[in-house]
Each structure stands twice: as structure tokens, then as C-alpha cells.
């Protein structure tokens, strides 16, 4: 919780108590249970969509990764 705090982190979690913490600035309850759907779930809450553009082209070389 500090760290969050002094690092404006959210604290994302499926431990209701930690985020009943009066120290807790910003944090999140995570609904789902599987890795793939916690992520879209935390996209959709955040609005976090554009973040997904910067892995569509390789860094070094700038070409675009071919979807599999």
C-alpha cells in the first residue's frame, strides 16, 4: 500500500480487505478469476486499449508483427 501510494500505483487485487485499508488511495477489485480475462477486464476498466498499439511493431527494427 505505501508503495502504491508514493509510486501513484493502483492496487489491483482480489483481497477485498487490502482495499478497506483507510492508507489505500486507488485500487481495484478484480471480478474474474482467469489471467485472460483479468486483462481484458482491467483494459475495459482503465480504457487502456491505445497501450496494445506499442506492441504491434518490433522495437529494434520497427517492422509490424504478423498476427499468428
Known sequence: VEISNRENRIILTHDKRILKRPLVKKGYFIKKQDPEEQTIE??????????????????????????Q
Do not use: E, P
Request: hydrophobic content about 40%.
Open 42 to 67: 482491467v483494459l475495459k476498466r482503465f480504457d487502456l486499449y491505445y497501450v496494445l498499439i506499442s506492441f504491434k511493431y518490433y522495437l529494434k527494427c520497427n517492422r509490424k508483427i504478423k498476427n
